[in-house]
């Protein structure tokens, strides 16, 4: 039992050991979408991660962060607020000295904490009377660090469920991001 219990400690401190924590920030282009509509809206995001080599070129980078959206088209003052935890797996490919390029792709969950156009008084709720606080993207993209210290990232999220509580009404996002981070 003892020998199994310091391969455990080994195994855990050698995946930790090529763990990189990052801290990122970064600018959102999102669509909405229903049979009817198509809606534009940017956003800004702040989230970490963890990438955790699973061996090789291969890992995991589960992070948590935060999702600002906002629009002030057509008399609307649209704000959006969520929390998002993205799990991607990834492949990463040395280029040369100091450059490391990564494909990457997974879910992330996202989960609403404010939806509302604050153009209406009181302020219009959507959380209350349209959209559902949960929801899944699926996602990919590339990134690129330099020097083990910044990373580039830019990537694509389909959404997956109907955001909407309304019956006959299939509404989804997707969203274009590109963020900058620091690596420790």
Request: contains cysteine.
């Given at each position: 039992m003892?020998?199994?219990?310091?391969?455990?400690?080994?195994?855990?401190?050698?995946?930790?050991?090529k763990a990189?924590?990052?801290?990122?920030?970064?600018?959102?282009?999102?669509?909405?979408?229903?049979?009817?509509?198509t809606?534009?809206?940017?956003?800004?995001?702040?989230?970490?991660?963890?990438?955790?080599?699973?061996?090789?070129?291969?890992?995991?980078?589960?992070?948590?962060g935060?999702?600002y959206?906002?629009?002030?088209?057509?008399?609307?003052?649209?704000?959006?607020?969520?929390?998002?935890?993205?799990?991607?797996?990834?492949?990463?490919?040395p280029?040369?000295?100091?450059?490391?390029l990564?494909i990457?792709a997974?879910?992330t969950?996202?989960y609403?904490?404010?939806?509302?156009?604050?153009?209406?008084?009181?302020?219009?709720?959507?959380?209350l009377?349209?959209?559902?606080?949960?929801?899944?993207t699926?996602?990919?993209?590339?990134?690129c660090?330099?020097?083990e210290?910044?990373?580039?990232?830019?990537?694509?999220?389909?959404g997956?469920?109907?955001?909407?509580?309304?019956?006959?009404?299939?509404?989804?996002?997707?969203?274009?991001?590109?963020?900058?981070?620091?690596?420790?």
């Open positions: 003892k020998k199994l219990l310091v391969l455990a400690i080994a195994l855990t401190v050698s995946v930790m050991a990189q924590f990052s801290v990122q920030a970064g600018f959102l282009m999102n669509t909405t979408q229903t049979a009817l509509t809606t534009h809206y940017n956003g800004v995001e702040l989230f970490a991660d963890y990438n955790i080599n699973l061996g090789g070129n291969f890992g995991i980078a589960p992070g948590f935060f999702e959206n906002f629009t002030n088209n057509y008399g609307a003052r649209y704000r959006e607020v969520c929390l998002m935890l993205p799990i991607d797996l990834n492949i990463s490919f280029i040369n000295n100091g450059i490391n990564a990457f997974g879910p969950l996202h609403g904490l404010l939806s509302k156009d604050f153009a209406t008084n009181p302020a219009y709720d959507y959380y009377n349209e959209n559902n606080r949960f929801e899944m699926l996602g990919g993209g590339i990134w660090d330099i020097r210290a910044i990373r580039v990232k830019i990537g694509y999220k389909w997956v469920l109907n955001n909407s509580k309304i019956a006959n009404i299939n509404e989804r996002t997707n969203t274009l991001a590109l963020s900058v981070g620091y690596i420790f």
